[in-house]
């Protein structure tokens, strides 16, 4: 092969562009509630500890004795005892405490059925309550008023998908006309199949704001939306990219349909 | 994504004062995070085809800026300079220590244990990597090649930066970063013969 064409095929090369949301949601929370723990307390940085805290933790992680522990499955645990153990003793702030609190409820977990974490979007502490605003990965959210003084949560409001924003008509069709231009889409409405209400997705938990103490305001992510086709009692999600129209995947009703279809078709239960 | 120097002065100014407030305050390092967290992913996905070592090394990168950050002294270059050579260190240790997995505690101490749609996510992601051929077999032929060589190649074909954008990530003159891909690609070339 000559430089020029290989210049030609590095340059050209159809490479990978992803994003793992749930990777970046909890990094930044990791990033953010824990290391910052100690300073919101104070309203300044902490002394030394987050930054200090992480480096030691960089430092030993890479010690040539740690690479050897790290194969068993016992060191881990041990680590991340110590480490969690480290975490808690950077005094948790009002607001770490209200989040946890939240995050422990049996009731929140329960009304945010649904798999994953529980992911603490916005903690508002103010005259000894805390106004907690929490979902999962995906999904509906609640607002939790927690009582600081006994560390329990007094009253809840669950946020459905109605909050999430609709669709404008031109852009419903237009994701719409992109998945069912997908060859795979196309087969399935030719048998009979049907397309549900289409939604957006939203980049982020924390690109959400709330009005008004009641309205949740959800910002789109960069132009994506996911079109629901139905056949038979099964579900397909086709992600469509509105802004390079093209379908990014079809996710299989046996691949996961059931997790999504809960978020979207889910019945309001209380 | 835009390069990031495709950022104006005026930008580059507005980086400056969020850079100096995320020194002081979680909000603005968090807007900083959003910011850069997928050219950073994207980046070291590249350089390694591997989601999850990619996971680990933007964990690693962003921890460490984190730490750093009130240690880092604006010099008019992008913020995200900083994040690509904090990353390029982190994935040339990784290729040093032969792949020995360090990042998969942190993500352990951070409470980040796996969860269904977590890993749902992550395979739906090496799915849509796998289907990238071209790239994986590139990748295999440079990931051949000294480190310094798959750095350079990766920073200007990859991610499409100018001589001048590897000058300031790597912090090596400009006649080194021209002769250092000159070679890379050379021998990359013997590679695919």
Same mark, same amino acid.
Request: aromatic fraction near 8%.
């Given at each position: 092969?000559?430089?020029?064409?290989?210049?030609?095929?590095?340059?050209?090369?159809?490479?990978?562009e992803l994003l793992?949301?749930?990777?970046? &949601?909890?990094?930044?929370?990791?990033?953010?509630?824990?290391?910052?723990?100690?300073?919101? %307390?104070?309203?300044?940085?902490?002394?030394?500890?987050?930054?200090?805290?992480? =480096?030691?933790?960089? #430092?030993?992680? $890479?010690?040539?004795?740690?690479?050897?522990?790290?194969?068993?499955?016992?060191?881990?645990?041990?680590? %991340?005892?110590?480490?969690?153990?480290?975490?808690?003793?950077?005094?948790?702030?009002?607001?770490?405490?209200?989040?946890?609190?939240?995050?422990?409820?049996?009731?929140?977990?329960?009304?945010? =059925?649904?798999?994953?974490?529980?992911?603490?979007?916005?903690? &508002?502490?103010? #005259?000894?309550?805390?106004?907690?605003?929490?979902?999962?990965?995906?999904?509906?959210?609640?607002?939790?008023?927690? #009582?600081?003084?006994?560390?329990?949560?007094?009253?809840?409001?669950?946020?459905?998908?109605?909050?999430?924003?609709?669709l404008a008509?031109n852009t419903r069709e237009r994701a719409i006309n992109i998945a069912?231009s997908d060859?795979?889409?196309?087969?399935?409405?030719? $048998?009979?199949?049907?397309?549900? $209400?289409v939604f957006p997705i939203f980049s982020?938990?924390?690109?959400?704001?709330?009005?008004?103490?009641?309205?949740?305001?959800?910002t789109p992510a960069a132009a994506q939306a996911i079109v629901?086709?139905?056949?038979?009692?099964?579900?397909?999600?086709v992600q469509v990219n509105l802004e390079e129209n093209r379908t990014e995947r079809?996710?299989?009703?046996?691949?996961?349909?059931?997790?999504?279809?809960?978020?979207?078709?889910?019945?309001? =239960?209380? | 994504m835009k390069?990031?120097?495709?950022?104006?002065? /005026?930008?580059?100014?507005?980086?400056? @004062?969020?850079?100096?407030?995320?020194?002081?305050?979680?909000?603005?390092? /968090?807007?900083?995070?959003?910011?850069?967290?997928k050219?950073?992913?994207?980046?070291?996905? !590249?350089?390694?085809?591997?989601?999850?070592?990619?996971?680990?090394?933007?964990?690693?990168?962003?921890?460490?800026?984190?730490?750093?950050?009130? !240690?880092?002294?604006?010099?008019?270059?992008?913020?995200?300079?900083? +994040?690509?050579?904090?990353?390029?260190?982190?994935?040339?240790?990784?290729?040093?220590? @032969?792949?020995?997995?360090?990042?998969?505690?942190?993500?352990?101490?951070?409470?980040?244990?796996?969860?269904?749609?977590?890993?749902?996510?992550?395979?739906?992601?090496?799915?849509?990597?796998?289907?990238?051929? @071209?790239?994986?077999?590139?990748?295999?032929?440079?990931?051949?090649?000294?480190?310094?060589?798959?750095?350079?190649?990766?920073?200007?074909?990859?991610?499409?930066? !100018?001589?001048?954008?590897?000058?300031?990530?790597?912090?090596?003159?400009? /006649?080194?970063?021209?002769? +250092?891909?000159?070679? /890379?690609?050379? !021998?990359?070339?013997?590679?695919?013969?």
């Open positions: 092969m000559k430089k020029e064409a290989l210049i030609r095929k590095l340059e050209k090369a159809d490479l990978p793992i949301v749930c990777h970046r &949601d909890r990094l930044r929370k990791v990033l953010l509630e824990g290391a910052y723990a100690g300073s919101k %307390a104070t309203g300044k940085p902490a002394a030394g500890s987050p930054g200090n805290i992480f =480096n030691s933790l960089l #430092d030993w992680l $890479r010690a040539p004795a740690w690479r050897m522990a790290a194969a068993s499955g016992l060191a881990l645990f041990i680590v %991340a005892a110590v480490l969690s153990l480290a975490f808690y003793l950077a005094a948790p702030a009002p607001s770490v405490i209200a989040a946890d609190v939240v995050k422990k409820d049996p009731g929140i977990q329960q009304r945010l =059925n649904g798999t994953g974490e529980i992911i603490i979007i916005r903690v &508002d502490v103010r #005259d000894g309550m805390a106004s907690v605003i929490c979902g999962r990965c995906m999904g509906d959210f609640i607002e939790a008023d927690v #009582d600081m003084n006994v560390k329990a949560v007094v009253s809840t409001r669950r946020y459905e998908g109605l909050f999430m924003p609709e008509q069912v060859p795979r889409v196309k087969s399935i409405i030719d $048998r009979g199949g049907s397309v549900g $209400r982020s938990v924390s690109n959400m704001s709330v009005i008004g103490g009641s309205i949740i305001k959800v629901p086709v139905q056949l038979d009692g099964k579900t397909w999600l079809i996710i299989e009703p046996e691949a996961g349909s059931t997790y999504y279809y809960e978020i979207f078709y889910r019945p309001q =239960n209380f | 390069p990031y120097t495709s950022i104006t002065p /005026g930008q580059l100014r507005s980086e400056e @004062e969020l850079v100096k407030r995320a020194q002081h305050t979680p909000e603005a390092f /968090g807007e900083l995070y959003e910011i850069h967290y050219r950073i992913f994207n980046y070291a996905l !590249k350089r390694t085809a591997n989601v999850q070592l990619a996971l680990d090394i933007t964990s690693v990168t962003f921890l460490k800026a984190f730490s750093q950050i009130k !240690k880092y002294r604006w010099r008019d270059v992008p913020f995200a300079a900083w +994040l690509y050579r904090i990353a390029s260190n982190e994935i040339n240790d990784h290729y040093r220590r @032969e792949g020995g997995r360090w990042v998969s505690s942190i993500e352990a101490i951070a409470d980040l244990a796996d969860t269904s749609d977590y890993a749902d996510e992550i395979n739906r992601a090496e799915e849509e990597l796998s289907r990238h051929e @071209e790239f994986i077999l590139l990748h295999k032929k440079i990931s051949e090649l000294p480190i310094i060589y798959q750095e350079v190649i990766a920073l200007k074909f990859f991610e499409k930066k !100018k001589i001048r954008e590897i000058v300031k990530i790597l912090g090596k003159k400009e /006649g080194t970063i021209k002769s +250092l891909l000159h070679r /890379g690609v050379e !021998k990359l070339r013997e590679k695919m013969q």
